[in-house]
């Protein structure tokens, strides 16, 4: 493998100014290279669409300047051209206008030499000895399948590639379509240099008549329903053509008048008094080019020129075009039913990859030959081992053994089941069978073991609030309770009439938690039955103290190492607002086990911070000299006082959501402040940690060779394709039912400890059935699992404005100055240490 030399460009027009459109790079690179072929001793060049250059081998100068001149460019920098529609021919304003966004089609192309990037650094990786340099030749790598991609013409977004075909377009309603694409990249693995290939999906705008579009995706009958103000939002930024010139734009906006009345001025044509006609949209596009408007008149015009120079296109003349990413958050119905329609079973996967891999024709990429790299058609071969499923403890001592990762409480008793005597029901005009309802949770809560006393009263919302604000519904019936009970409830069912999404639960379980310090469960009953009922009485006993099932190992207790000293398991998370939202503060989320020996019983510390940020900065928190407000220090007491005055010797992590290029990260920020929290409490005080990521979005899936199935339970993959140097290794533990499972990949950063490998994964394995809510075993452990549900029940409690009105839909972020980030309410005492969360 040769050196790979790194080159800067600078790309810029003819009079030195920078070019800044995205998408003319490639073109200008391509033509360079086509151009000064004989000058550049006919290399080939691996670029990333900015401002990095690769080459095999040196190029003759280590600076070159190049000029050259595209034909035709499809730009938002050519709104001007032309009257507006595009293909008028130019008069004054126009040629004014043209010496504007391209001075002339003429660009100079500017490539400095940076850095040597030896190619061997990759076979060293390989050894164990990651450098830098490695790094950057696995990116050079990257750097050449992406422009492969984009030279078949698809969309790249960061290293999965979709091409324009409507086969893998899948409608996911409101003018979405889910665009099946493929990932493929290259990683050092034990096994050698992988092309890691998957099958991937992103969301993709409807392409075709803008009106279609604004039609289907505000749900609306016809374009005079359209929500204007909206509608400008959604279509910011998106790219168009217009009919009948085919030009393609950008848009930037909407015309304040319909087109009937929305004017401009026309050079060349004057008015009775010899001044400058001003003309209507309309009645240039009809009268004077001739073309027939048949709904546009009343409609807004397309705006695709610049604040100060509008360029007005009728509605009725724009169409979308193909490929453009829709980054808003999807809604509920939209995701069901983007689940529904990408899944694949393991065969139909492993189809769609051979297919996807033999189309990328990998082996005509010059670049790759030149690297020395040929891609195998084969899948890679590995060895697996399945850990046996973890002995469970139910009611009555019983033993229960898991089959397929599965159990049930089939003519069993939970293993604490709790007693719940002073109760309500609170209905939010939700259509149900009241008394049928609590009579069967009562005769299903008696089967498991729960005493439920008939519940004190149901409180019936009234008719007059039922169309009233969600903050103001919930203070009513507060109202009403806290007049007929005689004292705080124990406990709280409450009905809703929306199973997704409605507005009433976060004020709702705010009011309860945070104001009253009462635990409560919501339902929506569509269909009641016998499953259902276990299912939420299994929430409503963890939630109020007791546990389902616990492990053997556990109750014995006999868990490596665990069970020797005291050792507290910390699930960390954070949660972030939806792409197009750059204002909603990030919500972190870190979960604790309590009551040491167990490993079951869970509380959480839920806490806001700046939005976007992956760090948690609130583990630490000092106030004063004496005080810490940080979350640590409210766990480490709680396990304290919960495990018999014991402070725990060991101290086990697990991180979810961070990628590798954050691991550090974890180590010097987060963990450094879990340390200063210990040092706070207790100078003198220094527990063992274990810190392991575990990470779900990746693109590494396993199949059976010789089965259809997927991997079975309990699978777990630590050699070959698992990392040269690093501890880490994949585990399935659930049943994968629907499409092909994804792994959980868990990342050892430090283990003070000393775990062995297979006490570890035994740990993690366990750890996977000891989540209450269900009786499956679980894809991650369970405490990042519970991590996740608090910091979104938690989020609920402020509903945060929807940033889109201020950030632009294609990922754009707002440029107002940090704003104060608000902060969550602090749970009541009597509910802070339970599992609220379930």
Same mark, same amino acid.
């Given at each position: 493998m040769?050196?790979r030399?790194?080159?800067v ?5 003819e ?13 200008l690179i391509?033509?360079v290279?086509?151009t ?5 001793d006919?290399?080939?060049f691996a ?9 095999a081998?040196p190029l003759?100068r280590n ?7 595209l ?5 938002s ?5 032309g009257?507006?529609?595009g293909d008028?021919s ?21 490539i400095?030499?940076?850095a040597?990037i030896?190619?061997?650094?990759i076979?060293?990786?390989?050894r ?9 030749a ?11 991609a984009s ?7 960061r290293?999965?590639f ?11 309603g409101?003018g ?12 050092a693995?034990q096994?050698?240099l992988?092309?890691n ?9 409807r392409p075709?008549p803008?009106v279609?579009?604004?039609i289907?995706n ?6 005079y ?7 400008? =939002?959604?279509? @910011?930024n !998106? ?5 009948? /010139?085919?030009? *393609?734009y950008?848009?930037t906006?909407?015309? &304040?008048?319909?087109c009937?009345e929305?004017?401009?001025v ?5 008015d009775d008094?010899?001044e400058?006609?001003?003309v209507?949209?309309y009645?240039y596009?009809v ?8 709904y546009?008149?009343d409609?807004?015009?397309i705006n ?10 009728p509605l009725?003349?724009c169409?979308?075009?193909?490929l453009? =990413?829709?980054t @808003?958050? !999807?809604?509920?119905?939209?995701r069901? /039913?983007?689940v *529904? ?6 065969? &139909? ?5 051979s ?15 030149q ?8 899948f890679t ?10 002995r469970?403890?139910v009611?009555?001592?019983?033993d229960?053994f898991p089959?397929?990762g ?8 939970l293993?604490?089941?709790t007693?719940?005597?002073?109760w309500?029901?609170v209905?939010? /005009?939700?259509?149900?069978?009241i008394?049928?309802l ?5 005769k ?16 019936e919302?009234?008719?007059q609030?039922?169309?009233a604000p ?6 009513k019936m507060f109202e009403?309770i ?8 124990e ?5 809703l009439?929306?199973?997704?999404n ?8 705010r009011?309860?938690l945070?104001?009253f310090?009462i635990?409560?469960q919501?339902?929506a ?12 009485l299994?929430k ?5 103290g007791?546990?389902n099932?616990i492990?053997?190992?556990e109750?014995?207790?006999a868990?490596?190492?665990?069970s020797?000293?005291?050792t ?14 750059s204002?909603?503060?990030s919500?972190?989320a870190v979960?604790?086990?309590?009551q ?13 911070q700046?939005?976007?940020?992956e ?18 220090r409210e766990l ?18 697990f991180r979810?959501?961070?990628?590798e290029?954050?691991?550090n ?11 200063e ?6 100078e003198s005080?220094?527990p063992?940690f274990?810190v392991?990521?575990?990470?779900k ?9 010789g089965?259809?199935d ?9 050699s ?8 880490d ?11 092909t ?17 297979d006490?570890?994964?035994e740990l ?9 809510r ?6 991650v ?5 519970y ?9 609920q409690f ?9 950030s632009s839909?294609?990922g754009?972020?707002t440029?107002a100055?940090a ?8 749970l ?8 609220f969360?379930c």
């Open positions: 040769s050196l030399p790194s080159k460009v600078a790309l810029k027009y009079d030195g100014r920078p070019v800044e459109g995205k998408g003319v790079g490639r073109k391509d033509k290279q086509e000064y072929h004989s000058e550049l006919g290399k080939n670029y990333d669409g900015e401002k990095s250059l690769f080459s081998g003759p600076k070159l300047e190049f000029t050259v001149v034909e035709e460019i499809t730009s920098r050519n709104n001007g051209l009257s507006p529609g008028a130019p008069n004054e304003t126009d040629r004014k206008r043209l010496r504007r966004p391209y001075q002339s089609k003429t660009f100079r192309v500017e400095s030499f940076a040597k030896p190619m061997q650094a076979a060293n990786a390989l164990g000895q990651e450098s830098e340099n490695s790094q950057e696995l990116r050079v790598l990257d750097i050449i399948l992406r422009q492969h030279r078949q013409g698809c969309l790249l977004v290293q999965s979709f091409h324009n075909d409507p086969k893998n377009f899948a409608d996911v409101g979405v379509l889910g665009c099946r694409g493929f990932h493929s990249s290259f990683r693995s096994g050698g992988s092309l290939i998957d099958v991937s999906t992103t969301m993709i705008i075709g803008v279609d579009f604004l289907e505000q749900n609306v009958r016809d374009p329903s359209i929500d204007w103000s909206k509608a400008k =939002r959604t279509l @910011k !998106l790219r168009i053509k217009a009919n009948p /010139s085919n030009q *393609e950008k848009i906006g909407l015309s &304040e008048r319909p009937k929305q004017t401009f026309l050079k060349n044509r004057k008094n010899g400058e006609a001003e209507t949209v009645d596009f009268n004077t080019r001739g073309i027939e408007l048949r546009s008149g409609l807004p015009c695709v020129g610049k604040p100060k120079r509008p360029t007005f296109i009725e003349l169409s979308l075009v193909p453009q =990413r829709y @808003k958050a !999807l809604s509920t119905l939209q069901a /039913s983007l *529904e329609k990408s899944r694949q079973k393991p065969q &139909e996967r492993m189809n769609a990859l297919i996807a891999l033999r189309n990328s024709n990998y082996g005509s990429e010059p670049m790759l030959r690297c020395g790299i040929s891609i195998s058609t084969n071969q590995i060895e697996g081992r399945v850990l046996p499923a973890p469970l403890k009611g009555n001592g019983e229960f089959r397929n599965r159990w049930n409480f089939n003519n069993k008793k293993a604490e089941p007693k719940i005597e002073r309500a029901v209905n939010f /005009s939700a259509r149900c069978d008394r049928g609590v009579r069967d949770l009562i299903c809560g008696e089967m498991k073991g729960i005493r439920l006393e008939p519940p004190f009263e149901v409180f919302e009234s008719h609030f039922r169309r969600a903050l103001v519904r919930v203070e009403e806290q007049a007929k009970l005689p004292g705080a409830p406990f709280l069912l409450c009905l009439p929306e199973r997704k409605c507005d009433i639960y976060g004020p709702w379980k009011k309860n945070a104001e310090g635990v409560t919501c339902i009953p569509t269909r009641v039955n016998d499953q259902y009922l276990t299912n939420v299994l409503i006993n963890a939630k109020l007791g546990l099932s492990l053997a190992i109750h014995s207790p868990i490596p190492i665990v020797k000293a005291p507290i398991i910390l699930g960390m998370d954070v949660s972030h607002g939806s792409p197009g939202q204002d909603v503060p919500i972190a979960v604790s086990s309590r040491w020996p167990l490993i079951s019983r869970y509380r959480a510390s839920v806490r806001t700046s939005p976007k940020v760090m948690i900065d609130s583990l630490f928190k000092r106030v004063s000299e004496t005080e810490d407000d940080g979350i640590m480490l007491l709680d396990f304290y006082t919960s495990s018999g005055k014991r402070k725990p010797d060991q101290i086990i992590i979810d959501g961070v990628s290029s954050q691991f990260q974890v180590l010097n920020i987060e963990l450094d402040q879990i340390i929290a210990c040092k706070f409490l207790d005080w220094s063992k274990l392991i990521i575990a990470q979005n990746h693109h590494t899936k396993f199949f059976q060779s089965s259809p997927n991997v079975p339970p309990g699978t777990v993959i630590d070959k394709i698992c990392h040269p140097r690093n501890n290794f994949y585990l399935c533990a659930h049943a994968g039912m629907i499409g499972t994804r792994p959980t990949h868990y990342h050892v950063l430090l283990d003070e400890i000393g775990f062995s490998a006490d570890l994964q993690v394995h366990s750890l996977s059935y000891v989540y209450q269900s009786t499956t075993a679980i894809s452990v369970a405490p990042v699992c991590a996740h549900l608090a910091a979104t029940q938690m989020g402020i509903k945060f404005e929807d940033a889109s009105e201020t839909s294609h754009g972020t440029t100055g704003v104060a980030v608000p902060q969550l309410p602090r009541k005492e009597n509910v802070s240490s339970s599992m969360f």
